[in-house]
Every structure is written in C-alpha cells, then in structure tokens.
C-alpha cells in the first residue's frame, strides 16, 4: 500500500471515527494523518512522505507560473497587428523513462498554452512538440528539461 492511499484510508478512518463527515474534517484528518505517516517513514529511514508531498506541491505550483507566462506570451503573440510566429514541430529527447513521467510531462506540455505534445517515440525516448513560435528551440527545449522534466524527477524518483 503506498503511503497516498494510506494517508487517505487514514482520513476516511478518522472521519468515521468523528461522526463528522464534512470536506474540512476530511482534510483535518487528511492532514494529521500525513505527518504521522511523515514523522514514521523518516524514523524507518525511508524516503520522506512530507518531501514527496512538498515536491509535488513545488511541481504543480512551477505549472500554475508556467501556465501564466505562456498565456501572456500567447496573447502577446496574436494581439499584435504582424503575426511573428514561427510554428512548428520540434524534437525533445527525453530523460524520464517511466509510462508515468512521460505522461505527465505530455500532459503538463499541453496544457500549456502554446505548445502541444504530438508524439512520443516508439523507443520512448524523444518527444515531438508542437509550438506555436519556434524561433528559439534550444531555449524551448532547455524550459521543458530544467523545469516540468526536472520537478517530475524530482517527485517522482
């Protein structure tokens, strides 16, 4: 059982417990029960269930900031009265190797604005990604490995 799934076994048990089953009581218990599970992993020397959670917290608070500057930088683009865009199609290779990650990363790509996960290749080592300005590729590439790539290493390793 992974330590998610016991956190949240450990708030369904604590609002039965209570008798009080409303969304705040869920995430007191949700959240009591994520430090205890924290506090005994770390005495097992295990990995740190809290630094999991803070590191996916980190990972989805990098997409919310990356979401605003692609949506400002997309409605620059198209607001302007010469449409400077370059589209196309580039290459990513991958550093993730998990169905999971790659995934992950896929659908953080898209829903970005401005840019969209094509495909991923048959060894599952290079993404193709459409952007609607490919004028700086490198610098697009290095965005997507020293962020979204990164941050999901880091949670999820």
Not at 106 to 115: E, K, M, Q, S, V
Not at 127 to 147: F, K, N, P, Q, T
Not at 148 to 157: D, L, N, P, S, T
Request: overall charge neutral; charged content about 20%.
């Amino acid at each position: 059982m992974t330590a998610f799934s016991m956190n949240v076994l450990f708030a369904v048990v604590w609002v039965a417990v209570s008798g009080s089953a409303t969304f705040l009581n869920f995430l007191f218990g949700f959240v009591v029960s994520a430090l205890a599970i924290g506090l005994v992993r770390e005495q097992a020397q295990g990995v740190s269930y809290l630094r999991r959670i803070g590191l996916i917290l980190s990972l989805v608070l990098l997409f919310f900031r990356e979401l605003a500057l692609s949506a400002w930088k997309v409605a620059v683009l198209v607001t302007r009265p010469k449409l400077e865009a370059r589209p196309g199609i580039f290459a990513f290779p991958l550093t993730v190797d998990r169905d999971f990650e790659i995934t992950l990363l896929a659908n953080l790509i898209t829903l970005t604005p401005g840019t969209l996960s094509v495909d991923v290749s048959e060894d599952r080592r290079t993404l193709y990604v459409h952007a609607v300005d490919c004028s700086d590729i490198e610098g697009a590439r290095r965005d997507i490995r020293d962020g979204f790539e990164r941050k999901i290493m880091e949670a999820f390793r």
